[in-house]
């Protein structure tokens, strides 16, 4: 698994999106303009050009179907086929999931099932009232806390990573308690979670002023963090016509 992570302030996005947004397929070009603020164009932009280079790295030149579950969950359809099948290649499955806040845009990929989420920590201004969202254990972490807000940051990308992971969105943690099986409690401590007979398992990486954080099913492989640097932005670039997105 790799996760490729672009920070806009470190790259030429403003120029670039003057330079390339009018090459863009009709479709796309709407997806990343329909943002009233300039901000969110640009982030849309960086996804866009982000997620091409990931496809073109994993397939190949050509045309990429994907669609999206119920709850918004991303995925790529087989060739020819208009179902909820994952792509494959070479017989293994293809995922891939994506996060952004702030300046940062970030997109994990690979083999494996997985959630990412990327929080920026200034973001939250009042823990106080989104404390009522997390359970009891999990207050009184952010509690005691020497940096409260910090503390609340790194639990919520905890449970969006894992509710990404899972596909659910966050009602898999509406549905706690129904059934005791069901019972989610991350160990925050040891970075896992028992979920339904599974195990999974959580990585943290630095990002200042944010907080990043990925889940997966496998403890040994901890995904590689790719910082997008102006030469593999150049290679974005380069590689972003030789791939078309047909979103299904």
Same mark, same amino acid.
């Given at each position: ?5 672009? &920070? ?16 863009? %397929?009709? &479709? ?62 070479? $017989? ?10 702030? &300046? ?12 990412? %989420?990327?929080?920026? &920590? ?24 020497? %940096? ?18 899972? $596909? ?81």
């Amino acid at each position: 698994m790799k996760i490729i992570l672009c &920070d806009k302030k470190a790259v030429d996005v403003k120029q670039s999106y003057g330079e390339i947004t009018g090459l863009l %397929d009709e &479709d796309s070009r709407a997806g990343i303009e329909r943002y009233r603020f300039e901000e969110g164009r640009l982030t849309a932009f960086v996804r866009e050009l982000a997620l091409r280079y990931v496809f073109f790295e994993t397939f190949g030149e050509g045309e990429i179907r994907i669609s999206e579950n119920e709850f918004g969950k991303p995925f790529v359809l087989k060739p020819g086929k208009e179902g909820t099948e994952f792509c494959r290649k070479d $017989g293994e499955d293809f995922e891939f999931n994506i996060s952004h806040a702030g &300046d940062l845009v970030c997109i994990i990929y690979g083999q494996e099932r997985a959630g990412i %989420d990327v929080e920026k &920590d200034s973001r939250v201004k009042d823990t106080d009232l989104l404390n009522r969202f997390l359970y009891e254990h999990e207050r009184a972490r952010v509690e005691i806390a020497e %940096d409260k807000q910090k503390e609340f940051c790194r639990i919520w990308t905890f449970r969006e990573a894992l509710c990404k992971e899972e $596909g659910l969105g966050l009602s898999l943690f509406e549905r706690e308690g129904e059934d005791k099986e069901e019972l989610i409690r991350i160990d925050y401590e040891k970075n896992r979670v028992d979920l339904k007979g599974r195990r999974l398992f959580f990585y943290e990486y630095p990002c200042p002023g944010y907080h990043l954080t990925c889940c997966l099913g496998k403890k040994d492989k901890r995904p590689e963090l790719i910082w997008t640097d102006m030469q593999m932005w150049e290679e974005m670039k380069n590689v972003f016509s030789r791939i078309r997105i047909s979103r299904i």
